[in-house]
């Protein structure tokens, strides 16, 4: 269990920048993933932009969103999205929360998302909607309390992306792999489908269609060999800046100036 | 005093480069910051572009925007905008102003911009849209007189970001972190405004939703969260440079081609 | 023979890398080359991401997409796209199928393709559509079956791109540069394309501009200059990445998390 | 001279290196300048791609664009742009000719661009339209023949900046500096412009305005500025690739697959 979970700590701090990489997430955004041994739990980053994520930053917390295990970290604040999807969908193992550019524009206008090529079949035909005023009226957007996060999950119900009014989207999978793929070729295909609308027609992808295709690109093979490409382009893009840890140090700023050394401190390079 | 001033030109010329590399500035544009310890004095780069700003760039200047110590740098020549707010708003503590791409067309096409998502709200409900013509007539559009830098203050009023026709906009914090957040995210909800546009519809926050949103969003830790993010990756690319001093050295032109050598000479790499 | 070989493996492989860094392909995509002295054989990669290819994963083919000699590699699921077209054209000695996000929306929207620059003429007057549907149904959209690709071969006729519906789409050339330029250049051509509509008004070449143009441009002299540089851009991203080789092997996830040892462990870097 | 000359071989390659940084230019389009001893001659590169041009590459022509000096260098096909442009135009001291995506869609939809900003002000009220079927009726698009130069000179008259139907566009200026400010800032108006009409409406900037702006920005201190900026940022790219000359070399394919080793081997890197 415990070489599981270092390499569970690592799979998923890998899948918080590559998701960074493929700009998915900026500042903004989280991925968890379900704990190996105990379906009650989850793990997820503590609270700082994914691509700054390494395996320590990784904490584990129960379905309720309690810390496991006490730490002076700072959480999250919407990890209720995490552990309100894990309860209400046992065949759930990883879930990631966005606010990627390509998708916004859908959860802003309301215009319906429809999978327009075979990649972007994995998000699945339905994409629900939630907006936060339905149940909450007008709020910070944000969801912080547990009955934010069931409401959200009672709207994704057995879909496997949510739209959210206003705020991101929602992407679940039954493996981190699956979910980035999934959180990926949706933007993609959001992208894609708004560029066809400015042209002029958008042609979806039929039910039968999204179902094949789906199936045929979530298997194994094309999942390793998109996880591949992009591990290996964040490497890539690490690799080039720890070339230079000395000069690097060398410009940091004076220590008066920073104000989160805690934050940056612990970061490996 | 000395040890704080220290700091924030550590922290403002970061806070140019950050700008710099996310796309907001390119050779023009600027940010400054109210002295911490003289209300009546604010700092700011000399004459260069953003990208360029190290910490012994950034001059003292009265808030009537005359350079505090003699210097045979060139100034900005739209330092009125930034002395203009600072005297008209004892509150604001930084001011950024910019051509940033994303902004632009709402500069050029007076359409109105509003907060569409939670992290747009920090910008406020009211953007101000200011047009040199109206107390002018037809300028170079740049604003170099007081008298300028008062109309664009007045018109400014208690917002936090104003647009400028066929010039750009200007934002303003209570501190460097907090303006430079504001600017960058009302940049992305500009670009997010626009797709949804163009998909049909815009559903904007309502106020009561930017009230709460920015109210969350700019508490200390999703404002550190967002600095650390932007800084590492500023950093991380000026460290893939500083990787190679030499080869870069080797590969500067001859001598009798540079004919801004003080302007690059100080850099510290 | 053998050192010709050796050398259209190391030209198959670096057109993989440059499609894949100037945002041809991304983790999915491929391009082959008829043998040079074979007619009836194909080199192209095994199954992985395109940016990721070497010359040793490059495998050979019969036109029935057979592999001639056996191996333990996975194999591309669509190399059928690339026997039928070799046995459908025996001009063609190059073939890439791609889902570049420029030319996408044409295969979403059904809008036609036209040639709107000089540079644009060397994808050819003519880009014919092809639809799954038509004489299969339902399918997952991609070609796994010979009938399938018999069937895009067939559309495709004499033209040198072909649309696929929902999917992508399939270039092919009289070398692997030719192939690789017609690909670039139809991409940038269907985003100038795209933008003019939207301005309000495409003008497209006439057929007389497009034969002349096409031919002015498919000389040796302006594929080598296209081909040079795109081949240092690529040799300039990977000389940055080589420069930390010790860095970038420190920095790789514990072995426990590693799913696919094979697809890495042959990548040299 | 020989110093002056020097130096300008290296401003001009220089200025090959920022306008393909700054994405104006890919492996086509080029820019030159009139020699600054001889009003009767003009400097450019031998036939490359503007990425990859060094001081060597730099050739000297009479503005009946013969070589003055014999070469084995291929030249670009396009080089009575330039000295077409010379003869007609004495003010002129370097012209650039670049097809950059953010202004093609004009030259393909024939809408007009205007200055939409201070820095846009730059390229001139008036940008006029040639299109080669006028005076040659269907062509290669490319101008080759001196008559086709002149046509365009002529077309340009006393404008700095000229659209050019399906093809391009060509920018002029009284000296490198001032040819690549405005060809890159004429680029940034192009995409502005292009947002404006999407959000609805475009209100360009008077006639008078446009005067005062050019005049504002086209003085030595904005120009050092910009050219500041843009060559650091082509030399910070430069210093990372320089960092791993080994490392590169490592990678280079194999002999028999380079077809063109006088096209690269003369680079210095």
Known sequence: MADTLAAIREELSLANRILAHEGIVDAFGHISVRHPGDPGRFLISRHRAPALVAPADILEYTLDTEPVHPTTFRHYGERVIHGCIYQARPDVMAVCHHHAPAMMPYAISRAAMVPVYHLGASMGTRVPFWDSRDDFGSTALVLVKPEEGRSLAKALGNASTILMGRHGATAVGTSIRECVFRTIFSCKNAELQTQARLLGHVEPLDA???E?????????GPLERAWDYWAQRVRDAEARVAAAPKAAAARKPAKAARKTPAATRKRKR
Chains 1, 2, 3, 4 share one sequence.
């Open 208 to 210: 039968k269609e999204v």
């Open 212 to 220: 094949l295709a789906a199936a045929y690109n979530l298997r194994p």
